[in-house]
C-alpha cells in the first residue's frame, strides 16, 4: 500500500448571472468548467515475478474506463530493476499512466491524466520491493 496525494481532472458545473451590456440587463449563465482536483489516497500494488497488477481507489478511476478486475488493472511494460520498478497502465484509450517506484525511497509516481505520487515503507536504506 503506497500513501499520498493525488489528482484528477473533474468537470464542475457554474451558475450564475451575468451583465448583458447589448440588452442592459443581468442574465443567468451556466457552464461546464474542468479543473484539477488533489485530494489523499492510496493505491495498492501486486507484483510476482513478471506480473504485476495496481488497485485505484473509486475516486480516482475516471468514468469511462477499460473495467479492470474488481478495482485491479494489469501493469504492462512491467520492467522490475535492481533499483526501480516501471511499467504502465490502461485506464481508457486516452489514459495509460506511467508507474515508477524508486525502490530504496519506497518514492512511487504514477503519471498520465491521472496523477499521483506518494510513498510506500521504507525500509532505511535497503530496497522496499
Request: charged share 25%; glycine share 12%; net charge neutral.
Amino acid at each position: 500500500v503506497c500513501f499520498g496525494q493525488a489528482e484528477n481532472t473533474q468537470l464542475e458545473n457554474r451558475s450564475g448571472v451575468e451583465w448583458n451590456s447589448s440588452r442592459h440587463r443581468y442574465e443567468e449563465k451556466s457552464e461546464v468548467v474542468a479543473g484539477k482536483h488533489a485530494f489523499d489516497s492510496a493505491v495498492n500494488l501486486s507484483i510476482h515475478g513478471e506480473q504485476g497488477r495496481i488497485r485505484l481507489p473509486r475516486q480516482m478511476i475516471p468514468p469511462i474506463h477499460s473495467g479492470g478486475s474488481d478495482g485491479w488493472w494489469t501493469i504492462d511494460d512491467l520492467l522490475v530493476g535492481h533499483n526501480e520498478i516501471r511499467g504502465r497502465f490502461r485506464l481508457n484509450g486516452m489514459n495509460q499512466p506511467n508507474i515508477r517506484i524508486d525502490r530504496r525511497s519506497g518514492v512511487i509516481t504514477l503519471d498520465g491524466i491521472l496523477s499521483f505520487n506518494g510513498r510506500c515503507e521504507q525500509d532505511s536504506g535497503h530496497r522496499c520491493f
